[in-house]
Nanobody, 114 residues
Framework: VQLQASGGGLVQAGGSLKLPCAVSRSIISIGVMGWYRQAPGKERELVATVTAVGSTTYAESVKGRFTIFRDNAKNTVYLQMNSLKPEDTAVYYC?????????WGRGTLVTVSS
């Protein structure tokens, strides 16, 4: 399975980005998908999850600013990021949440300038 995250870039604090993650297989049977991020010098963390029927959870640090959703027909998971902060700077990845992970892929770099 290949995971292709995209949409990252350089944005000023307060700005927005929308990250799509295309999955090379059907995700309709995947119960929970998630977006993760890894900041420089830190461990990878889970920031948002979405179930097959659209229920979501968020890390406290992004709650109210980020929205995760999925399009099962397009095998794509999205992360809408608003009110970005410099501390959101990281490489962002998508993957399954429960059970074995797929190969991580390269992720997409988001840099937020102050």
């Amino acid at each position: 399975v290949q995971l292709q995250a995209s949409g990252g870039g350089l944005v000023q604090a307060g700005g927005s980005l929308k990250l799509p993650c295309a999955v090379s297989r059907s995700i309709i049977s995947i119960g929970v998908m998630g977006w993760y991020r890894q900041a420089p010098g830190k461990e990878r963390e889970l920031v948002a999850t979405v179930t097959a029927v659209g229920s979501t959870t968020y890390a406290e640090s992004v709650k109210g600013r980020f929205t995760i959703f999925r399009d099962n027909a397009k095998n794509t998971v999205y992360l809408q990021m608003n009110s970005l902060k410099p501390e959101d700077t990281a490489v962002y990845y998508c993957n399954t949440v429960r059970g074995a992970k797929w190969a991580w892929g390269r992720g997409t770099l988001v840099t937020v300038s102050s």
